[in-house]
């Protein structure tokens, strides 16, 4: 599976909440630099190319639905992230998250009892 680039994830993020679309319905969701309907046609098909969505053909018009599941990706992409900014130590990946104070001691205990009733 293929990295994506972010505005291919944010495009795939689109896509996994919106199950399928046809690009305007796509081009609706992006509140921020919105791209020209082109590119973001051009980035959909690249998307398709990539193996990460496939499409129904409707005349001249195409409804775009993922191909990918998202759980599929984020397993992907965290495995990969883990292993290449926290040493593939997931106790490094919290350590540096509880430094950047994004996650409180309350939270900690939550994943603890998580991790303890998997026992």
């Not at 990295?3 to 796509?26: C, D, G």
């Not at 609706?28 to 398709?48: F, G, K, M, V």
């Not at 599941?69 to 292993?83: L, Q, S, V």
Request: charged content about 30%.
């Amino acid at each position: 599976m293929q990295k994506l680039t972010n505005k291919e994830e944010e495009i795939m993020q689109i896509l996994w909440k919106l199950k399928k679309a046809f690009v305007k319905e796509v081009m609706a969701e992006i509140t921020e630099d919105q791209p020209h309907y082109n590119t973001l046609s051009t980035i959909i098909r690249n998307l398709e190319d990539k193996g990460f969505v496939s499409h129904n053909a409707f005349g001249n018009t195409h409804q775009y639905f993922p191909k990918v599941k998202m759980e599929d990706y984020r397993k992907r992409f965290m495995n990969t992230a883990i292993d290449t900014y926290f040493n593939s130590s997931y106790k490094n990946m919290v350590s540096f998250f509880a430094e950047e104070e994004k996650i409180s001691a309350d939270e900690l205990r939550e994943i603890l009892a998580i991790i303890e009733n998997k026992k």
